[in-house]
């Protein structure tokens, strides 16, 4: 099984920056991808960002150009660099692990929350 912990969120101001992390532990080696989603109150969770283990990444429209997705092998965590937030990037954010073939769970983090008001 994989476990995965986030952290980064917090208060900002538009306009501003966060950096979030995501710590992956387990059997790291079972990962083909890193997502990230967010959760705002009373709407569904959506993709915002993800990388797979080639490096490829996919960003959401409402997201592209402003927020980069990136990971550190040898700390064994994907950060999310999110630049020019807007009030509607508030939202609860996880990230979650896409096993490989052959492997089946469901991974998610706590997630950590990102408030983007004045």
């Known amino acids: 099984q994989v476990q995965l912990v986030e952290s980064g969120g917090g208060l900002v101001q538009p306009g501003g920056s966060l950096r979030l992390s995501c710590v992956a532990s387990?059997?790291?080696?079972?990962?083909?991808?890193i997502g990230w989603y967010r959760q705002a109150p009373g709407k569904q969770r959506e993709l915002v960002a993800d990388?797979?283990?080639?490096?490829?990444?996919n960003y959401s429209v409402s997201v592209k150009g402003r927020f980069t997705i990136s990971r550190d092998n040898a700390k064994n965590t994907v950060y999310l660099q999110m630049n020019s937030l807007k009030p509607e990037d508030t939202a609860v954010y996880y990230c979650?692990?896409?096993?490989?073939?052959?492997?089946?769970?469901?991974?998610w983090g706590q997630g950590t929350q990102v408030t983007v008001s004045s």
């Open positions: 979650n692990a896409e096993p490989r073939v052959g492997w089946a769970y469901d991974a």
């Open positions: 990388i797979n283990s080639g490096g490829s990444t």
């Open positions: 387990g059997n790291i080696f079972s990962i083909y991808a």
